[in-house]
Structure formats: C-alpha cells, structure tokens
C-alpha cells in the first residue's frame, strides 16, 4: 500500500467528538474555504468570455448562463460521486473503480496540471487585482506576482491551517460583491463607454458556442468538495456525504449567482475589455461604487481570494505528490523524498516542485491571467470527463438507465466543451501534459509492482482537519 496520510481520530471516538468545533462552524468552515476556488474563477472568467465575444456585451449574459448551466451539470456528477466515495476519491476513485487501476493516473495526471495552472492563474490574478488598485505598480507586475507566490508558498511551509480563515476570505468577499451589486444596480455612478453590440466574427450562436468553453475556468475547483471529505474524519459517511453535497449545492448558487448578477451589471453599465492595467471585474466594481472605500474594499478582498485559491491548490498539490511517494520500506509511485515532510506535516520538497513550476507559468505568462484561461479550462476537463464516464458506467452496471443516459449526455458536453477549447491550439499543452504526466506516473507504477490504492490518491492527499 504506498497511500499513507497522518493518523485521525476513529468516528464516534471521544478525541473525535470533543476536538472539533461545533457542526454548524465546522461546515461553515470547510465549505466556505473549499469553494474558495470557483468563487475566486469569477474574477477572470467573465472577462475571458468577453474576449472571446471580441468585447460583444449583447452576448455576454446568454454565454455565461451557458457557462453556469454546464456547471451545473458537473456538480450534478459529482453529487454522485459524493454519495458513493462518502470518505473521498473523486473522479480518481471512480476512474479506478470503473475501469480499473491504471485509469486512475488519468484525472490525476490532469489535477497535477490543474494545480499547477490554479496557483499561476490565481498569483496573476491577485497581481492584476492591485493593480487595478494602484495603477503605479504596472511596472513591476512580474515581480508582484512572483513576491506573492513565494509568500504563498512560504506559509504553505508551515502546514495545512487556515482553513477557518479562508472560509472567511470567500465569506467577507460574497458580502462586499453583493454589496457592490446592491449599489450597481441600484444607485449606479459613471458607466462604462462600451457599445452593447460588436461584431464578434461569427453568427451570435456560433459565437457563444465557440466562446463559452473559454470560461469554463469557472467550473475548476467543482471537484473539491467530492475529495475534501476526506478531511471530516470526526464524521460518519451520512455527515460526510451532507457535507460534501452541501457545499456543492452552496457552491452553484453562490458561483452562479455572483457570475450572473456581476454579467448582468457588465452589461447595465456598458463595462467592456479593459485596459491594460485594469480588470473588467475591477471595472464592474469601480462603476458602480466610485473610487471609495468600498471598492478599494472589492479589490482587496478579491485579490485575497486569489491567494487563498492559490494557497489551497500549494496543499493539495504537494499532498497529493506524498500521497504517491514511497518510502524507504515500500516503493512507491514517485521517489522517497517528495513525501518528507516538516514537523507542520508539510512535504516540502513537493512545495518547491508546485513553487518552481508555478514561477514557470507565470513568467511564460507574463503574469497575464487571461493569457493562462486558455490553458486552464482543459486539464480539469479530462478529470470531468473520466468521472463522468465513471458514473455512466455505474449506472449501466446498477440498471439505471434513465441516469445512465444523463451521464452519457453530460459527458457529451464536456467533451464537447474540451474539443472546442483545444482546437485553439494552445490549449494543446495543457492536454500533452497531463497525457505526459499520467503516462510517466503509470510507466512508474508498473515499475514499482503496482502498489495498491492508487485509486485512492486523491482522498489520501487531502490534509486531515485538526
């Protein structure tokens, strides 16, 4: 067996009962710090639509509510997911269970490269959201970025806490975005110059179908919530399983509910492509608030998501490293010292792995987000994709049909959405990686003897709550 994690209280135990915080602050916790991703996605992924409408605002709403329509129906596949992996897994688990151990490296191949692009695509974001704040910092976007990645990454070297305080991040930011909303749809100051209608090159349907993949950026961090159970070792699967269903349901009405209100105030107030020191999202914001406080509030609050998005992706990533290294008694999928870690439990060489790697992309990237969207909405989308297929496979064997065919026609439309983002091109990368990434870890795991439990990585590299 090469999954190990660290030691948890048994269910039902007296450590397991008294430890933790009382049920309702524990769900608030984690449910709120887990969604912390797909509600920091909202920050780039409606500008990302526009630019693919080529600025045309008359189509932005009915390309978003595609976009939350279609994570819709991913949420919906990993509510299954949630109800049959109650202690984690996610598409892993189900890859591995369906069709064996060696489809495993698949989606795990592509939460490698989805980290990756996660900690790149939420560091630039973070470094565009200051400087929208304070244009003078333009000069000095690269070494921004790279400043706050080194300081994520430093106090992910001090372990897993931080959780109560993410959940508060996302929280504080849901409050000042509504707050922004209320007044901007209600009280709006100057509105933006943007014409209500361009020519985005292609018939309005074929411009919505060709630029909602783009933001599908939108739907990364939807799997969380199906492997983040497996930190509630103090509850039973019921609990578990409520949970993870909980936040995936709070997940949809907060993420869909931000994107469609703020595309909604885009629209009202003429906000089209920003400039290059500024972001459609900030510009949203200052429209409708002025340059006051609240604002300033908005940019702030938004850019600590960011990092808070890129915090969690530097824990689970390095995690789920450990969770496939060996040790120095039994082999494991990657070498021994990607699973040492420090007296805080943190693997630190697998920091510096996702800390390198993340220095890359936002160098390659300029610290550009938009230049990393095209990249991101694909990795993720192979994960999807194998779940899935995953669940349509359950199904069939389980006799239902009528849930079988709602499978088949989902997995349709993310493979849809996947084509329609690679044949950009460049997308190619991220596919080739993760195909690389998962091709090297199987060739590893043959080698190795093919060690049990690989279907389990994924739960196996979430930190356990204290």
């Not at 591995?96 to 489809?103: I, N, T």
């Not at 709602?406 to 084509?419: C, I, M, P, S």
Request: with cysteine; net charge positive; charged share 10%.
């Amino acid at each position: 067996m090469i999954l190990r994690g660290r030691a948890r209280p048994s269910v039902g135990s007296p450590a397991a009962v008294s430890a933790g915080p009382r049920r309702s602050v524990l769900f608030f916790a984690f449910s709120f710090a887990v969604i912390a991703d797909p509600v920091s996605s909202v920050a780039y992924a409606i500008e990302a639509a526009l630019r693919a409408l080529k600025g045309d605002l008359a189509l932005l709403m009915p390309t978003m509510s595609l976009v939350v329509g279609l994570v819709v129906v991913v949420t919906a596949n990993y509510w299954q997911l949630v109800r049959r992996f109650p202690k984690g897994g996610g598409a892993a688990a189900a890859a591995g269970r369906a069709f064996g151990p060696q489809w495993t490296f698949l989606p795990i191949g592509a939460l490698v490269v989805d980290f990756v692009l996660t900690i790149g695509v939420s560091i630039s974001a973070a470094a565009s959201a200051a400087i929208a704040l304070f244009p003078g910092l333009v000069p000095v976007r690269i070494p921004l970025a790279l400043v706050l990645l080194v300081v994520v990454a430093g106090l992910t070297w001090f372990g897993h806490g931080g959780r109560l305080l993410f959940a508060v991040m996302t929280a504080v930011f849901v409050v000042v975005s509504v707050s922004v909303l209320v007044l901007g749809f209600t009280s709006p100051h100057a509105v933006g110059s943007a014409p209500a209608t361009t020519d985005p090159g292609h018939s309005a349907l074929l411009a919505v179908v060709l630029a909602f993949p783009v933001a599908m950026a939108l739907a990364t961090g939807v799997e969380a919530p199906s492997t983040a159970i497996a930190q509630l070792g103090q509850l039973d699967d019921t609990h578990r399983r409520r949970f993870g269903r909980g936040t995936l349901a709070l997940l949809v009405v907060i993420v869909g509910g931000l994107t469609l209100a703020l595309t909604a105030l885009a629209v009202r107030l003429h906000i089209g492509i920003p400039a290059a020191d500024s972001t459609q999202i900030a510009d949203i914001a200052h429209a409708a608030t002025g340059p006051g406080w609240l604002y300033g509030a908005f940019q702030l609050t938004s850019s600590l998501l960011l990092l808070a998005a890129a915090s969690s992706s530097f824990q689970a990533g390095p995690g789920l490293l450990k969770a496939l290294s060996g040790t120095d008694r039994a082999p494991g999928v990657l070498p021994t010292p990607l699973g040492r870690t420090n007296q805080h439990h943190t693997p630190y060489w697998s920091v510096l792995v996702y800390l390198f790697a993340g220095a890359l992309v936002v160098l390659a990237a300029e610290a550009r987000e938009q230049r990393l969207v095209l990249f991101y909405a694909v990795a993720v989308f192979v994960s999807f994709l194998v779940g899935l297929l995953a669940m349509t496979s359950f199904a069939r064997r389980e006799g239902k049909t009528a849930l079988a065919c709602v499978n088949a026609l989902a997995a349709g439309a993310v493979a849809f959405t996947l084509a329609v983002n690679l044949l950009r091109g460049w997308p190619l990368l991220s596919l080739a990686a993760t195909l690389a990434i998962a091709a090297g870890l199987y060739v590893r795991w043959t080698r190795a003897g093919r060690p049990t439990g690989i279907e389990n990585a994924e739960s196996a590299a979430e930190p356990i709550a204290d």
